[in-house]
């Protein structure tokens, strides 16, 4: 019993070292390290091999320049603060786009929840990156949308949505609705009817009754739906090097550019490492709450 009790616990814990603690600790060593013109583009602070004179030379020489450096070029802190806006707003707006889904889809007769669950989870089996590139093509001043709204005379010319925040916006609620609508719509699912038709009873019109039972209940689901969008969007790097202009700004693509074009692994690294902070705390809320959650249905 001892055993298997100790093999369940053992397993997600080696899953997090393998996946999460010994990656994040090879970034980090990384960003205490210094730029070189070399393969690898930097010169490592800590050298392993030379044991423990190796980590007492490492402590003493310890250094937070890069970390330093990001304070003092005011790309990187506006990035962050673009990028949580962004991914903000992107929640938001999926919110009120899924909600409205997963609440007909839980109001939708039993024979056809499946097909429409297989609506919403399709996408999915499609390349990610070539439906980022079909919106490409769709929002585009020659594409189908606008071609569309100047057949109908909505407008005299072409707007411009392609690379620009609207554009990415468009593209991160696309592309994270499931997320947003498979959570509500399972909180929604296992609603008891009858609870509605009780306030109905006592006096509450349907919209009321909406208002005082189904959003409450639902909360579960929004919140798990909120935290499972924001925390891609977040570092989102495809979406807005694609749909968005020069004028977008995201650490993502930030984070890109000090990798792959400057070269500068360790003040790439640096950035990496607060992003990974800034994700963590969503992530612990995010898990408080399922276990708040997991306590209060025993």
């Known amino acids: 019993m001892k055993l298997s009790r100790l093999f369940l616990i053992g397993v997600p814990f080696a899953w997090l070292l393998v996946l999460f603690l010994i990656p994040f600790a090879i970034v980090f060593k990384i960003s205490l390290s210094d730029i070189a013109l070399s393969i690898p583009p930097y010169t490592p602070t800590l050298d392993i091999s030379e044991g423990w004179n190796g980590f007492v030379a490492f402590i003493k020489e310890l250094d937070f320049e890069n970390y330093w450096f990001l304070t003092q070029d005011d790309l990187y802190w506006k990035a962050y603060l673009s990028s ?122 349907r919209t009321s009754a909406f208002w005082a039972v189904t959003v409450p209940l639902s909360k579960p689901g929004v919140v798990a739906g909120c935290f499972l969008v924001f925390i891609p969007a977040l570092g989102e790097f495809v979406i807005p090097s694609l749909l968005g202009g020069s004028e977008t700004l995201m650490i993502g693509k930030v984070l890109w550019e000090e990798f792959f074009s400057n070269r500068d692994w360790p003040v790439a690294s640096a950035v990496a490492t607060i992003l990974l902070l800034l994700l963590i705390v969503p992530i612990v809320l995010f898990q408080r709450n399922e276990q708040k959650q997991r306590e209060a249905g025993r």
């Open 84 to 205: 949580l806006q962004i991914a903000l707003i992107s929640t938001l707006l999926t919110l009120m786009v899924g909600f409205p889904i997963a609440y007909s889809m839980a109001k939708a007769p039993d024979e056809w929840r499946p097909s429409l669950m297989l609506l919403i989870i399709l996408p999915f089996w499609t390349s990610f990156l070539i439906r980022v590139y079909a919106w490409m093509g769709i929002l585009s001043t020659e594409g189908f949308l606008n071609q569309l709204l100047l057949w109908t005379g909505l407008i005299s010319e072409p707007l411009e949505i392609l690379n620009t925040n609207t554009a990415v916006y468009i593209g991160i609620v696309y592309t994270y609705l499931p997320f947003m609508v498979l959570p509500i719509y399972s909180a929604l699912e296992k609603m008891d009817g009858t609870l509605l038709e009780a306030a109905e009873d006592l006096g509450c019109t």
